[in-house]
């Protein structure tokens, strides 16, 4: 009867952390990057897990921007104004809300 209530997490116990690109994991379940996009949306949405975005600063001024999308097109889009800097993104920090329990087994 035990196992349909939900557990509280321990304040004291490590969150998992996890670093993985949406085009990484797409490639993986082999499925369409917009799908894990709207996969990993909805799971935040839903509360299974928290969002935190990073960015790397270049400390480059924003007129910069356009000469550098161009020197590097394949990660044109990574680079965005912010801060009033150039900065990377880079991937999200995923952080898992669900937190199993551990059960016993009950001897015969």
Sequence with gaps: KGGSRKSM???????????????????????????ISR??????EAGYITLFHQYEDTELPPNYLSALQASMPEESDKYIIRDDTIQRQL????????HLKYRRPRAP
């Design 9 to 35: 997490p321990d304040p004291n116990a490590k969150q998992s952390i996890q670093e993985m690109p949406n085009r990484y994991l797409a490639k993986i379940l082999e499925l369409d990057h917009s799908t």
């Design 91 to 98: 991937p999200d920090r995923i952080f898992s809300n669900i």
């Design 39 to 44: 996969y990993r949306a909805a799971a935040a």
